[in-house]
């Protein structure tokens, strides 16, 4: 994994979703944090709930532009949603593939 963002100025953090389904969740963040660059930082999170408001606090300021990138099935709309503040107890079945997306989605503004 390389990341480049120090002359560009911008923060990286690693948000690993779903811990509420993970045993091993100290391990993994030991894993993914031991291959950021210094001042990178790795977060593991139930992304249902208040939770990730909290935790991702110090990436939401005002001004600050947030992307969230990830694989089909790790959590970004559940992600998305509770940073907006909505509400979502839908979690895919394991194995079953969500319907692709419309390619224009509106973003979501964290306040």
């Known amino acids: 994994m390389s990341l480049s963002y120090g002359l560009a100025g ?47 606090a110090p990436w939401l300021q005002a001004g600050q532009t947030l992307v969230l990138l990830g694989s089909s099935g790790t959590g970004k709309s559940t992600l998305t949603n509770a940073l907006a503040g909505g509400r979502t107890g839908h979690r895919r079945q394991p194995g079953r593939r969500q319907p692709r997306p419309p390619h224009h989605q509106p973003c979501a503004r964290c306040t």
């Open 10 to 56: 911008v923060g990286v953090v690693v948000v690993l979703t779903k811990a509420d389904l993970c045993t091993e969740v100290p391990e993994r963040l030991r894993e993914v944090q031991a291959l950021l660059p210094q001042g990178a930082m790795a977060v593991a999170l139930n992304a249902l709930g208040d939770e990730p408001r909290q935790a991702l």
